[in-house]
C-alpha cells in the first residue's frame, strides 16, 4: 500500500499548491513544482520521519506512474493542438519559431560548450542545453493571451502559431537527443542521416494513418456498444504510435503527442470528441499532470544556488536573450512594430511541460553522472535547468502584459 500512501500525500499538496498558484496569477504547474521542491526539502532533512517518501527515486511503480504522466501530458498536448495551427501558421510564424529556435538553440550549445567539463557524455550534455533552450510552452502564453483578450488578435495568433511548431520541432530535437543517449557518443554523419530518417519514417507512417485511418476507424466506433470503447481505442493508437516511436529509436513521446495531434472531431462525431477530451484532461490534470511536476519538484535541488550560483543565473540570463532576440528580430522582420516584436519575443520566453519532461528523460539515462568525479557543474545541471524553467515561466506573463497593454 505504500504506492497509495504517496500518492496521497503527493495529490494533496500540489493540489493546494496548484490552487494557490492559480489564485496568483500563475499556472498550476508552478505550483505543483513547488510542491514537489517543499516536500523534497523536508524529507531530506527528515527522512527517518518519511522513510517511504524518501525512497521515490528507487520506486519502480512510482517511476511508472510517472511516465504515465508523461504520457497523458503529451497526448492531451496533441489533443489541444490541432493540426489546422499548423497548416494555418503563416510564413512569417514558420520564421519566428525558426529563429525563435536556433539562436536560443545556438546559445545554449556555446555555453554548454564553454562550460561542461570534458567527459564521454559532454556531447549530450551539450545538445541537452541547447534543446532545452529552445523549447517554447505553450500553454502558459495561451493563457496570458486568454486573459489580456489577445489570443485571436495578430500577435496572439503569431506567438501560438510560433510556439506550437517550435514545441512540435523540440521533439525531433529530442529523438535526435535520444538517439545520442542510446550511441553513448555523437553520430556519424551517416547515423545522423539514419536518424534523421528514422524521424521521417516515423511521421510518414503516423500522418498517413492519421489522416486516412483514423476517420474510417471513428465511423466504425459510431457501431460500438461496449462502454468507453472509443476511449480506450485513443489510447490503444496512442500506445501503438509510442511504441512505434520506440522501436525506431525516438522517445515515446512524440508516439503520444502524434496520436493526440490526429484525434479530431472529424474523426469520431462532435459530442463524443468533447466528452473524450473531457476525459483525458480531467485524467491527465487531476492526476498524472500533478503527480509527475511533484516528482520533477522532488528531484531539484536548491543547493545549486549555493553550489554554481554564477551558471544558474547565466542560465536564465541567456535563456531569456536567446528567445527575446531570436523570435523579436524575426517578427519585427514579418512586419511587426518593435513594441509588438518585443511582445512576441516575450510570449515565447516560457518553458514548460516539454522541457521538463525532456529533463526528466535526459535525468533517467544519467546524463549527469560524468565525468567522474561529478563537478557540481553537471551534479546540478538538471536543478539549474528546473529552476530556469520555473524562472522564465513566472517572468513571461507579467512581461507579456506589461508589454501588450502598450501595443
Not at 500525500?9 to 499548491?17: C, Y
Not at 466506433?221 to 470503447?229: C, I, N, P, T, V
Not at 522501436?247 to 508516439?255: A, D, K
Not at 544556488?305 to 536567446?322: K, N, R, S, W
Amino acid at each position: 500500500m505504500s504506492i497509495i500512501y504517496i500518492l496521497l500525500v503527493l495529490l494533496i499538496v500540489t493540489r493546494i499548491f496548484g490552487e494557490i498558484s492559480e489564485r496568483l496569477g500563475q499556472p498550476a504547474l508552478l505550483g505543483e513544482l513547488i510542491s514537489g521542491i517543499c516536500l523534497g526539502v523536508i524529507v531530506h532533512h527528515f527522512d527517518q520521519s518519511f522513510p517511504v517518501l524518501s525512497n521515490l527515486a528507487d520506486n519502480e511503480v512510482f517511476s511508472s506512474i510517472t511516465d504515465l504522466g508523461i504520457f497523458f501530458l503529451m497526448l492531451l498536448g496533441g489533443m489541444e493542438l490541432q493540426p489546422v495551427k499548423l497548416l494555418k501558421a503563416s510564413k512569417g510564424a514558420l520564421l519566428v519559431a525558426t529563429f525563435g529556435m536556433l539562436i536560443p538553440m545556438a546559445l545554449g550549445l556555446g555555453f554548454g560548450y564553454v562550460t561542461l567539463p570534458e567527459s564521454v557524455l559532454r556531447n549530450s550534455q551539450i545538445l541537452f542545453l541547447g534543446t532545452v533552450m529552445a523549447v517554447t510552452a505553450v500553454l502558459e502564453s495561451v493563457k496570458a493571451l486568454m486573459d489580456l483578450g489577445k489570443l485571436d488578435s495578430r500577435i496572439g495568433q503569431l506567438i501560438v502559431s510560433s510556439a506550437v511548431i517550435d514545441d512540435t520541432l523540440s521533439l525531433i530535437l529530442l529523438a535526435v537527443l535520444t538517439g545520442i543517449l542510446q550511441t553513448g557518443s555523437a553520430p556519424s554523419l551517416m547515423m545522423l542521416a539514419l536518424l534523421l530518417g528514422k524521424v521521417v519514417l516515423f511521421f510518414l507512417i503516423t500522418g498517413i494513418l492519421g489522416h486516412y485511418l483514423f476517420p474510417r476507424v471513428g465511423k466504425l466506433l459510431k457501431k460500438s456498444r461496449a462502454e468507453e470503447f472509443e476511449f480506450s481505442m485513443l489510447l490503444v493508437t496512442a500506445m501503438a504510435y509510442a511504441l512505434l516511436a520506440e522501436e525506431l529509436g525516438m522517445h515515446f513521446i512524440l508516439g503520444a503527442f502524434i496520436a493526440g495531434l490526429f484525434f479530431r472531431k472529424k474523426t469520431i462525431n462532435e459530442n463524443t470528441y468533447d466528452d473524450i477530451m473531457l476525459k483525458v484532461k480531467g485524467l491527465t490534470t487531476g492526476f498524472f499532470a500533478p503527480i509527475f511536476f511533484a516528482s520533477i519538484g522532488l528531484h531539484l535541488e536548491l543547493i545549486a544556488f549555493q553550489e554554481i550560483p554564477g551558471f544558474v543565473l547565466a542560465l536564465i540570463l541567456i535563456a531569456c536573450i536567446g528567445k527575446v532576440l531570436g523570435a523579436g528580430i524575426s517578427a519585427r522582420l514579418v512586419g511587426l512594430s518593435t513594441r509588438e516584436a518585443a511582445a512576441v519575443g516575450i510570449g515565447m520566453n516560457a518553458r514548460g511541460a516539454v522541457e521538463l519532461i525532456i529533463a526528466d528523460i535526459a535525468l533517467r539515462a544519467g546524463m549527469f553522472s560524468a565525468p567522474t568525479p561529478t563537478p557540481p557543474v553537471i551534479s546540478y545541471l538538471f536543478s539549474a535547468v528546473v529552476i530556469m524553467a520555473i524562472a522564465t515561466t513566472l517572468m513571461t506573463p507579467p512581461a507579456l502584459k506589461w508589454t501588450l497593454q502598450r501595443t
